[in-house]
């Protein structure tokens, strides 16, 4: 594992990679491996596509590490690999397009108590629980729960309704409900 890594150390190591310099590549892929395979895995159905996403990912973050200027570098960083997951949801055409679905209700599930029934199941359930959702219906959840987004953006960036988004998130709400549920019993 690695020392904590000081603000100035990080910009230095910044700018090496900026300058292409290998080694410094290399000690800034292992720094941020984790973090950025984490965003990676909730996007994507599985190991081996969380892994083609983490590589397009880096590749992107290296191609735009001279677009970071101030604020939050990790917000950069995480902005970048979310963008490059969807991105490469697109390109394999794994992410479709769901539209004129703001009607449908959402299912409701009786005597589900949420706290209890997450008490049980570990991180790692969780997070295959969510890579079993459809991959669209999964990045609304992704973009609207750990990333913070609303609505409006999500729809802008996945190119949707936002009511559609907002089906989407019920979808994913009610389904993990569902799936928690069953192996819980």
């Not at 490469?88 to 029934?117: G, P, W």
């Amino acid at each position: 594992m690695f020392k904590q890594t000081t603000e100035e150390e990080l910009k230095q190591l910044i700018a090496d990679c900026r300058a292409e310099k290998r080694r410094a590549q290399h000690q800034f892929f292992k720094l941020f491996y984790s973090e950025v395979m984490a965003v990676c895995m909730r996007y994507a159905k599985d190991e081996d596509e969380a892994q083609d996403m983490l590589s397009e990912g880096f590749i992107k973050i290296f191609a735009n590490l001279d677009k970071f200027a101030e604020g939050s570098f990790k917000a950069w960083l995480k902005r970048v690999v979310v963008n490059a997951a969807i991105d490469y949801q697109r390109k394999y055409k794994t992410l479709t397009q769901m539209t004129d679905i703001e009607d449908i209700s959402e299912v409701e599930i009786h005597n589900f108590d949420e706290n209890t029934a997450l008490s049980k199941i570990t991180t790692d359930e969780l997070l295959s629980l969510i890579q079993q959702l459809p991959p669209t219906t999964r990045s609304v959840f992704n973009l609207y729960v750990f990333e913070g987004y609303p609505h409006a953006e999500i729809a802008e960036i996945l190119q949707m309704k936002e009511g559609t988004s907002h089906w989407h998130l019920n979808f994913a709400r009610t389904k993990l409900k569902e799936m928690i549920h069953e192996i819980t019993r």
